[in-house]
Each structure stands twice: as structure tokens, then as C-alpha cells.
């Protein structure tokens, strides 16, 4: 019963190998959370260093209010079920169940009582004097369960309790475990390589490759927006189809040219609105996914309908599964990038060799890149690729015209302009039509229409009125021509090199009346030549990150936003460069040792100023390994 | 015709059978020979040597038992080999026991370099350190039994490797199962692992037991100088054999003592084997 945060978690082995990167997430109160991803993607690290069993590297793990990071395993009131059960093979059902109760040292009553009620919800009282080796592998991972739950822990941690289960019973303990989950109201995290236990269980569910976290979502989400090509193949059986192709803007519509293919299909570029327009020049490759069940038969021809010759096929009873190719001299066989699977619930002759007209439902097209894989439709783009120009100092886009404020003054000009999404704000004075409002995730995506032309901004609150007064935030915007970054936004994040010191010192201190003179130690940071002291919480994570030695010789990295910085009379040296002015809000350019730094100010300063940085705020990056440690 | 291929077969298995078993008789009785000549010799009522020429007794009586154990001072022997096994067992048993699981299941600095170093100065005869161990306990004054139990418990701990290979095999997710439900370290070995590892527990015994029960070398070096009040079996027998006369007058009563000193081995032995039970993490984790 209670939040699992975890906030830049690593995992790093002594050989430099990162089995888990960068792992943040916020578990709520008697979520099912699922990890799952293909072996070796560190799911279940993460649920180790959750219980305790494996050493965090870095980051911070709180379960409820505390941070467990140093904690003992049985210190944290979590429980876990194993793989291959881990029950005590010397003791009786009834022995191994109780035994967390009786190194508790509760009374014998009530031990006594608490095991039969687990064992009477799990179904195994008739085998209570058994031991384990006498049971099947279901009955053990009952009694597994049983452990786990009689001791009514905040947190069940499930390592792939059903791996070692046949199928059948699969399912039925699948089912059970949402059923405890629902009678016990814990908060429940699940290891699985399994997506179908994923997405059946699972109120929310984090995908991971490679130490990295592709997605976290509802099962419904990841299902509809994969943001990447992992999590849309991962997702999903029949696997996704995917193939290679380009997309070609004409006008309103965009074609889709299939690679290997003669296949061509043409949709109209409203559904494609948050695509980049660098991938609509149809010669960007992408990845074109569909899934199986998007693909049918079609009587008669239509718009996108392509040709496929069938290959084999599968039948599965309620519904068949027809391979086939979208390259006509291909075979269907190999899982190529021309392969399709069509999920088809007619019955139909059809051999291998036909020829068949299939419709794609274009409306649930995913697109990839074919570099990077990520999604080219994101559910919220990053930013409005839009055509722009400068003249006399106003920027004109969507035929909309504002004032540059100082700060991003330029000559006139034709070019891009990339709006970030969020760099809309709702309080200037061009006026928008609100087409729609999403909520995604903790924010909501509006699109909006600035005459008759769509532009997308993410807002905090959900906007009900059919328009809506916004701004530009000048700050985020880039403006691109003839190749070059003409406008170029602010960066958000300022960098300094620093060092973790000790620093001895004499100080007063008094004692039953007295004032003594005493030599303590303070820990902090060095940025130049100043002296930082670290809070007691920042200093324990630096150690534990990186232990007593390394802790003081490892190169970090200082980050803080221009607005947690202050002028001051003492800090960091730097000399101002120029003043950005940028209408509603001022920054100062400055030049601190070989780099350079935006600073938040009122007015106008010149010439040498130093700079304190809100320790609240910053974050500490070792360079080395590149972790995020504060 | 499928008959007589069958039946030439059945054969044919027989006979290589049959070579096998003459082979295996052959030599369980070279190995067996020497044991029944002592059994046998140790019952002879009339005084002969061993180079009598005859093997069955004249005369069947246990006088050389009643010479051994009133004549002689083998029961004070025996007592002291007695003493120190079993201290050195006890001692033996819970250090590699102990130094075994902390090798198979906490990870730390050196730990490989450490259990290679032991393997490698393991190999090294003992003896080699005779002459100082020698020095360092005479100094001590400890040329006697408990300088024996410190020689042969010494280096106990080198004795991990069958045992840790054992624990190995006890998987790991028990101890992490029961250190989530509550357990310490210590209520993990205690609770967990030890009653799991009987087999090899026994193992540990017997061969802790054995090896201080048998030994010449360093006995003879430590006590066999001294007073004969502290000799060991092993030493005090050698001296009999050492000398001629009594090598002839004493050898069916060393015999003797030769069967009273394997009893105690057999006895654990038929004791400690009902543990040594196959199977015992049956059901623990899927196999």
C-alpha cells in the first residue's frame, strides 16, 4: 500500500556495462505495473534493486515516503514471488508460509491464522503438511504466493512468477493474480518477457530494450501509439507488419510509395499533420507498420487497396492468419520488410501463388523512422515545422504576424520556423480555433487552427472554448534558412564542470558554555574556485553512487536552468557578454571559464558578475559513465 | 531367424559380463587381502610372526586384545588420537562450512584471487613447513595434543572446495527469498542453507575426522619426540614396528590395534550415512 518512485536509476557493473539507464517512474498507490521487454533488457534488475537484492548505482528509489537506496531487503516491507518459487524444500507448506511471520516474531495465534487465510485464498489448505518437492509446479507457485501475501507488504514484486508454468495453467494463474491483486489493493510490479501477461494484467506497462525505457503506458496506449518500432513489433501477436517505403507530399494528399513493391497509396495530409515535413519529401526512408488485424481482404478495388501474392497460411480456428507478399515475385516466407500477415476471419480458399487485393486501414498506420525507429507521428510532436518569414522585424507564419523581441532580431529572410509545441503560450494575442483537446500522459495536446491552418500546443489544462488567445514563447523557437540556424532557441540547461571536495575547517562550537575551537569536515562542491556545501541527502548520493574513493576524483558535470541561477555578490565568476532581451523576460549571455551560461535577470548588467546556483534545483552528472546522480 | 539373433545377443552380453565381474573380484580381493590377513593375525593365540609361513592361527584367542589394552599404553594413545579428531572435526567442520558459504555467496574484493591462492598452497606438500611449525610450537611449549589440534585445524579453511561447489548448487533465490522475508545473514546459513547441505555436511565430518585420525608425519615430528604419555596411535605404533625385538613379539598385537583403530571410521561411517540422503532440495525450485 503504498508510491514506488524510482528517479534516475541506474545500475552500472564494475565492467562499465549499463544494465540499466536512466530508469524513472512513478508508481502509484495499487498499481499492476508490468515490466516487460526480451531477455537481457534489465526488467528484472530493476525489480531487484527494488527489493534490495542488487545495489542501486545511482538514483534514487523511495518506497512510500522513505528512500530505501541502503536499505535491507527486509527492512522494506515489500515481498517477492521467484521464478522457480524459492521454497524452502526442508520445511512443510504450512512451515514455508510462516516463516516470515515467525522471524517477525509474531504471536503464534495469530501466525497461525494469517497462514490459513492465505492458504484458504490461494486454495492450498488441503496441502498445508506437504512439502514442497510432493506438489506440482502450479501448487508450488501457490505457495509461493502464499508467503508473499501473508505478510501483507506494501509492494509484490513478481519476478516472472508463470515462466515455468505450461500454458494452460498459465492462463489460470494469470487470472489469479489479477484476482489477488484486486482483493489485496497492493501495489503490485511484474517481471515478464511475456507481452500477452503484460498486456493482460497491466494497468500500466514499461517496455524496456537494452537497459533502456521504450515506453511506459496503459495497454491500450502502447497498442494504439508505439513510439517507436520495438514497442509497436513488441506489442501485439500476430506481429505488426512493417514496410520499408517513402512519403511524398502533393498538395493535400501524401503518397505512400512501398519499397520492392509497385504499391502505392495515397491519404490525405490531414492525417499526417504531425509528421516533420522533412519525412514527406519522398525520399526519407520509414518504416510504414500495420497490424494484422488493419489489413483485410477486399471484395472489390478501393483506394488502399495493393496487390499481395498469398504465400501460406495459418488456420487458427475463429480466424486465419494469411501470409503472403507485397512483392509479387517475393515468397512471403522470410520475415522481410515486403511480409505480410493479414488476420482474416472469413473463410476462403485461397492457395499459395493467388494474387488477392488486400485494403489497408490507413487511419491506424504507425510510421518509423528507418534510422532512429521512433515514431515520425509522436501523440505529441515536438514541434510545428512551419514556413515563415522576416521582414522589418516582424515574423510572419501561418499568416499570423508578430514583433521579434530583441534578443532574436534578424534580417529579413524566407525560411522554417520550428515552434515547439510548448513554446505556445496562452496569453498573447493571435487568436486560434480549438479543433481538439487531447489529454496524453499529465499534459493535454491542443490543436488548434491559426487561419484555417493547424498548429499543435501542449497546455497544462484542458482548454474548453472554442478559441483561444496564444503567443510565441521567442526563447524556444529556431528559425532555419538557406541551411542555417538563423534564430537558434536559448539552451534550457546550463553546464558546469565541478568536482565533489572535502574541505577541512576550523569552527566555533559551543559546548555546555564554552566555545571551543573544532575541526569538522564539509563535503561539497568546487566549480572554479568556489566552495559549494552540499546538503547532507546530495552527499550521501554521491558516495553511494560512487563510492568513498572514486566520489572525490570522478569529473561531474554541474546542470541548472537559466532561471535557478541568481546574480549575486559572491559565486561563480562570469562576465556578461550581451543582454538578451526577449520582450516579457531579460537573460544575460555570460562567459564562464571556457563556456556559456544564461541567467535569468531583471536589468540591465554589464562587465563582472558572479552567480549562485539554487542547490534545490541543480542535478549532477557524472561525465565519465554519463549518470545523472542528483 | 529374429529368435537366434535375439538369443546370440543375450549371449554375448554374458560373457562380456562374465569378464567384467572376474576383473572387479580380482580386485576387490588384492584390496581386501591385507584387511582379512590383520583381522586374522590379530586372533592368533601363540606367538609368531608375521614371517611364520602359515596364515590361519593355531590357536584362535583375543589375548593380543588383553595384552594391547593392559600391557601396552595404546588406550592412553587412543584417547589422545581420539581427543584430537574430534576437536579437529568440530573445529574443521564449522570453519569450512562457514568459509565455504561466504565464498559461494557473498561477491567482494580478491575473493577469486583468494580461493585461488588457497587451492595453490594447498597443493604444497605440508611437510615443507615442517621444520618451522616445529620451531614455533616448541616455543610455545605446545609440543603436544593441542599443538596437533592447532596444526591440523590451521588450515582448515583450504578445505572449501567440495563444499562450495555444494553450495553452489543450492540456488540463490532461496537466500534472497528468505532475507526478504526477514532473515539475516546468519538466519539464512542457519535456517536455510545448513539443513539443505546434510550430504555434504557428513562429507565434511568424515574427512575432517579421518585425515587427523591416520596422520604419521606431523605427529611423530610434534609428539613422538617427547613423552610416550602423548603419542598418538599412529606415532606409538610406528615405535613398536621401529624396533626388532618387539616388531616380532608385538606384531599380532599390533594387529589388534589395527582393528580397534578402524572401528571408530566405520562406526561414524554406518552412523552418519543415514543422513547422506540424495535428493534432499527436492521441490525447492523448478528442476
Redesign the interface.
Known amino acids: 500500500m503504498a508510491n514506488v518512485s524510482l528517479k534516475h536509476i541506474y545500475k552500472v557493473y564494475p565492467n562499465g556495462t549499463k544494465a540499466v539507464n536512466d530508469f524513472n517512474m512513478e508508481i502509484q498507490d495499487k498499481e499492476f505495473i508490468v515490466f516487460v521487454g526480451p531477455s537481457g533488457c534489465g526488467k528484472s534488475t530493476t525489480l531487484r534493486m527494488i ?3 542488487e545495489d542501486i548505482s545511482a538514483g534514487e528509489l523511495k518506497i512510500g515516503d522513505l528512500i530505501v537506496n541502503d536499505m ?3 527492512d522494506r516491507d ?3 514471488v ?9 520445511m512443510t507448506v504450512y512451515e514455508n508460509i510462516a ?2 511471520l515467525r ?2 516474531k509474531l504471536p503464534k495465534d495469530e501466525i497461525h491464522n494469517k497462514v490459513l487465510e492465505a492458504a484458504e485464498i490461494l486454495g492450498i489448505t488441503e496441502y498445508l503438511n506437504k ?5 506440482s ?1 502450479g501448487q ?1 507457485q501457490r505457495v509461493a504466493l502464499g ?1 508473499a501475501i501473508v ?1 501483507e507488504p506494501k509492494v509484490m514484486l513478481l519476478d516472472e512468477p508463470l515462466s ?1 508454468l505450461d500454458a494452460k495453467l498459465r492462463t489460470q494463474m494469470r487470472a489469479e493474480i489479477s484476482k489477488l491483486h484486486a482483493k489485496l489493493q497492493t501495489t503490485f510490479i511484474y517481471v515478464t518477457h511475456d507481452q500477452v501477461e503484460a498486456m493482460t494484467m497491466g494497468t500500466r506497462i514499461v517496455v524496456m530494450k537494452n537497459g533502456f525505457v521504450q515506453q511506459i503506458d496503459t495497454p491500450k496506449n502502447l497498442y494504439n501509439y508505439p513510439a517507436n518500432k520495438f514497442v509497436a513489433g513488441f506489442i501485439g501477436t500476430p506481429q505488426m507488419n512493417f514496410f520499408e517505403g517513402t512519403l511524398l507530399k502533393k498538395g493535400d494528399n501524401v503518397v505512400i510509395k512501398f519499397d520492392n513493391s509497385e504499391a502505392e497509396i495515397t491519404v490525405p495530409y490531414s492525417m499526417l499533420y504531425k509528421a516533420k515535413p522533412a519525412y514527406l519529401d519522398g525520399n526519407a526512408k520509414v518504416y510504414i507498420g500495420l497490424r494484422p488485424e488493419d489489413a483485410t481482404i477486399a471484395a472489390d478495388g478501393g483506394n488502399a487497396v495493393i496487390k499481395v501474392k498469398v504465400s501460406h497460411k495459418e488456420e487458427l480456428g475463429s480466424e486465419t492468419l494469411i501470409y503472403g507478399d507485397i512483392n509479387l515475385e517475393g515468397d512471403g516466407y522470410g520475415e522481410g520488410s515486403t511480409r505480410i500477415i493479414i488476420k482474416d476471419t472469413g473463410d476462403r480458399e485461397l492457395n499459395g501463388g493467388d494474387i488477392i487485393d488486400v485494403a489497408l486501414n490507413l487511419n491506424r498506420v504507425h510510421l518509423f523512422d528507418k534510422e532512429t525507429e521512433q515514431s515520425v507521428l509522436p501523440r505529441i510532436p515536438e514541434y510545428n515545422y512551419l514556413d515563415c518569414e522576416v521582414k522589418g522585424g516582424k515574423l510572419k507564419f501561418l499568416g499570423a504576424e508578430l514583433d521579434l523581441p530583441e534578443a532574436a532580431k534578424c534580417g529579413d529572410l524566407k525560411g522554417e520556423l520550428l515552434l515547439p509545441t510548448d513554446a505556445i503560450t496562452f496569453n498573447g494575442n493571435l487568436k486560434a480555433e480549438v479543433v481538439s483537446c487531447e489529454k496524453i500522459g499529465g499534459v493535454n495536446l491542443l490543436a488548434l487552427t491559426l487561419n484555417g491552418k493547424r498548429l499543435y500546443a501542449v497546455s497544462p489544462e484542458c482548454v474548453e472554448a472554442k478559441t483561444v488567445n496564444i503567443g510565441v514563447d521567442f526563447k524556444k523557437i529556431t528559425v532555419i534558412s538557406g541551411g542555417e540556424k538563423v534564430i537558434a532557441p536559448m539552451p534550457e540547461v546550463n553546464e558546469f564542470a565541478c568536482k565533489f571536495v572535502k574541505k577541512k575547517a576550523v569552527e566555533e562550537v559551543e559546548e555546555n558554555g564554552k566555545t571551543k575551537k573544532k575541526k569538522v569536515i564539509r563535503f561539497g562542491f568546487a566549480v572554479g574556485d568556489n566552495f559549494f556545501e552540499a546538503s547532507e541527502e546530495n552527499s550521501q548520493k554521491i558516495f553511494a553512487a560512487l563510492g568513498i574513493k572514486k566520489a572525490f576524483t570522478a569529473g561531474l558535470k554541474m546542470e541548472c536552468g537559466a532561471y535557478d541561477l541568481t546574480v549575486s555578490d559572491e559565486g561563480i565568476a562570469a562576465s556578461v557578454i550581451e543582454t538578451l532581451d526577449y520582450g516579457v523576460e531579460k537573460f544575460l549571455k555570460c562567459k564562464v571559464g571556457e563556456g556559456t551560461v544564461y541567467v535569468k535577470c531583471d536589468g540591465e548588467i554589464k562587465g563582472d558578475i558572479h552567480l549562485l546556483p539554487d542547490f534545490e534545483k541543480v542535478g549532477i552528472v557524472e561525465t565519465e559513465r554519463d549518470i545523472k546522480i542528483i | 531367424m529374429e529368435k537366434q539373433k535375439y538369443a546370440s545377443k543375450k549371449g554375448r552380453e554374458r560373457l562380456s559380463l562374465a569378464v567384467i565381474y572376474t576383473i572387479l573380484i580380482l580386485i576387490s580381493l588384492v584390496w581386501l587381502i591385507p584387511f582379512f590377513l590383520i583381522v586374522i593375525l590379530s586372533l592368533r593365540g601363540e606367538a609368531a610372526g608375521m614371517s611364520a609361513g602359515y596364515i590361519f592361527p593355531k590357536e584362535w584367542s583375543f589375548k593380543n586384545y588383553i595384552t594391547l589394552f593392559t600391557e601396552t599404553q595404546f588406550l592412553r594413545w587412543y584417547g589422545n588420537t581420539l581427543l584430537v579428531s574430534l576437536v579437529v572435526t568440530i573445529f574443521q567442520t564449522i570453519i569450512v562450512l562457514m568459509t565455504s558459504y561466504a565464498l559461494s555467496r557473498l561477491r567482494f574484493k580478491m575473493r577469486k584471487p583468494l580461493m585461488n591462492l588457497m587451492l595453490i598452497l594447498g597443493m604444497f606438500p605440508g611437510f615443507l613447513s615442517m621444520t618451522a611449525v616445529y620451531f614455533i610450537l616448541d616455543s610455545m611449549h605446545f609440543t603436544n595434543v593441542i599443538g596437533l589440534i592447532l596444526v591440523y585445524s590451521a588450515s582448515s579453511a583450504m578445505q572449501y572446495y567440495i563444499c562450495k561447489g555444494f553450495f553452489d548448487t543450492i540456488p540463490k533465490s532461496l537466500d534472497e527469498a528468505a532475507r526478504i522475508d526477514g532473515a539475516s545473514r546468519h538466519t539464512v546459513f542457519f535456517k536455510i542453507i545448513l539443513p539443505l547441505a546434510k550430504p555434504i555436511i557428513i562429507y565434511t565430518i568424515l574427512t575432517a575426522f579421518i585425515a587427523p585420525w591416520g596422520e604419521y608425519m606431523f605427529s611423530s615430528l610434534i609428539v613422538g619426540t617427547g613423552s610416550m604419555d602423548n603419542y598418538t596411535v599412529a606415532v606409538g605404533m610406528w615405535k613398536w614396528l621401529e624396533n626388532p625385538q618387539l616388531r616380532t613379539a608385538y606384531f599380532p598385537v599390533f594387529c589388534a590395534a589395527a582393528v580397534i583403530v578402524s572401528i571408530p571410521i566405520t562406526a561414524l561411517f554406518i552412523w552418519l550415512q543415514r543422513y547422506y540422503v540424495e535428493g534432499v532440495t527436492g521441490g525447492s525450485v523448478k528442476g
Open positions: 527489493a534490495g537484492l535491507e531487503p527486509k515489500i515481498a517477492m521467484f521464478q522457480n518459487y524459492a521454497l524452502y524444500p526442508h516463516f516470515g522471524l517477525r512439502k514442497p518437492k510432493e506438489m509446479g508450488r508467503r505478510r515455468n
